[in-house]
């Protein structure tokens, strides 16, 4: 991975409404969409487009925002606004405002910057947003195209999470990257959020409690610890650590008949637990984050157009993590991630509904995000998401890059660019406990 930092220069920014008129009015928003994380996660894709494509210069400039205009017809509640309706609840006005189209030059190469392999990029490459602004006026959609000086380019894209997950940005890229090449759309989104709101009546069933839903609740401290305000000071940084197919055929021997995901996750929270140095009686969660949508009954299409994405928790403590085999570990993972029903959805959102105020559960807040690191981890799995091959007309990208959003305990699983079955983590992790992280998490997979 290269890691030349570049100077770039803003060139203008515009607005790219939809290209027709679209549905305008209010959406409510689920329960989902609500909580969690809801500032924009930005992912950038580079591209060498052929000579023909870099005259007239406007040309890319032109085809990617006529087709996102084109593509926000479809997609519209992209186009829209959120606004604070009180008690920390948002509402989705589709008012077609428009996505935000920043253009940018780079003084590097592209060779500079990056390799065929998945990276972190500096946040100029990215577009910001500026979360002190009020949040009717922040785009949920920004993309920035960066000009380097080979030639080569940057597609960086910013989408809401208030308004979709990863599923559903990805499934948006990729019918924006269709219509850019003058193909029709192949998967309309599906809009209809209400399965994801309370019922009215509530269900007929006892109320949900705090007590089965310990990803509302407060993760476990530092035992000596009354709060983590100290944890969350300190210096993090972050990495790529690549997983071989050799590796992984082991890794899976270890864990004894597990997923991928379960195997790797099982993997780093106990290397997390070794490199922080926790005490045995220490109590630790690992938060995943589940797809429900083939959970749902009936299951919700792939192409649901919003947050279908729920955190569950695993807990333990580090005197059984770490004395017993990965499987353990493993298990404790397969255990949360079942517990994902129809039925534990529901009461979910019945019990977040019955919440005064949804607050705490947000990230966008001064006071901070929920906080996932030490002693605590989180493992996001990107395995089986459509997340690259985006062809825009001048050739798939070369390469892929993630924003440098993450915080101390978030890691995120890739699957190689390579195709050669090999997976990619993505870590955010304390500087003083990053060296032992990678030191564990190679040795102790042999
Ligand atoms: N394409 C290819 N393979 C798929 C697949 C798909 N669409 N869906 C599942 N599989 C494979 C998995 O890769 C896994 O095989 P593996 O062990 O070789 O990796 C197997 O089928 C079982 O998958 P699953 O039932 O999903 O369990 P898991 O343990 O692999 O993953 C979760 C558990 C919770 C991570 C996963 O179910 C999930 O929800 N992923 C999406 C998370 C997400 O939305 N991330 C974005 C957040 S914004």
């Known amino acids: 991975m290269k890691v030349n930092m570049p100077t770039v220069a803003f060139k203008g920014s515009y607005t790219v409404k939809p290209s027709e008129p679209t549905w305008i009015g209010s959406m409510g928003l689920s329960e989902w969409d609500q909580t969690s994380c809801l500032t924009h996660v930005p992912v950038i894709y580079f591209y060498l487009p052929p000579g023909s494509w870099l005259s007239p210069p406007t040309a890319i400039a032109d085809t990617l925002k006529h087709s996102l205009s084109r593509a926000l017809v479809p997609f519209y509640p992209l ?68 000009r380097f000086k080979c030639g080569g380019l940057g597609i960086s894209i910013a989408i809401s999470h208030a308004v979709v997950d990863g599923p559903a940005a990805f499934h948006f890229i990729s019918e924006w990257a269709r219509l850019a090449r003058d193909e029709p759309l192949q998967v309309t989104p599906f809009l209809d959020r209400s399965v994801f709101r309370a019922a009215q009546p509530p269900l007929a069933r006892a109320p949900p409690s705090l007590d089965d839903y310990p990803q509302y609740g407060r993760l476990p401290l530092l035992v000596g610890q009354w ?30 008949g597990f997923s991928r995901y379960e195997t790797i996750s099982g993997h780093m929270w106990r290397t997390a637990c070794k490199a922080r140095g926790l005490k045995m009686e220490q109590p630790t969660s690992l938060v995943i984050v589940v797809d429900s949508r083939s959970r749902m009954r009936p299951q919700l299409p792939r192409e649901f157009f919003g947050t279908a994405t729920f955190d569950v928790i695993a807990q333990s403590v580090v005197g059984d993590l770490l004395p017993k085999p990965l499987g353990f570990a493993a298990r404790k993972v397969r255990e949360a991630v079942q517990k994902v029903t129809d039925e534990y959805v529901r009461s979910g959102i019945e019990l977040l509904k019955s919440q005064k105020d949804l607050t705490k559960f947000q990230d966008i ?24 091959g985006f062809d825009f007309g001048w050739g798939k990208e070369v390469s892929m890059g993630l924003g440098s959003h993450m915080l101390d305990g978030n890691s995120v699983l890739l699957p190689s660019p390579e195709g050669d079955g090999s997976v990619v983590v993505a870590l955010c992790f304390q500087v003083d406990h990053m060296d032992a992280f990678k030191k564990h998490f190679y040795e102790d997979m042999i």
Not at 370 to 386: D, H, I, K, Q, R
Request: hydrophobic share 35%.
């Open 227 to 256: 709060d983590n305000l100290e944890e969350r000071e300190k210096k993090t940084t972050k990495t790529m650590l690549k997983i071989s197919k050799s590796q992984m055929e082991q890794l899976k021997k270890m864990g004894g």
């Open 365 to 388: 807040h001064k006071e901070g995000p929920p906080f996932l690191g030490n002693p605590n981890f989180e493992v996001v799995s990107w395995l089986t998401l459509p997340m690259d």
């Open 79 to 146: 186009a829209g606004r959120l606004q604070w309706i009180g008690h920390g609840r948002l509402l989705l006005h589709c008012n077609a405002a428009g996505a935000r189209f920043i253009e940018a030059e780079c003084d590097s190469n592209l060779d500079d910057l990056v390799d065929s392999s998945l990276s972190f990029q500096p946040s100029e490459l990215h577009p910001s947003v500026d979360y002190s602004l009020p949040i009717d006026e922040l785009p949920l959609c920004l993309v920035q195209l960066t």
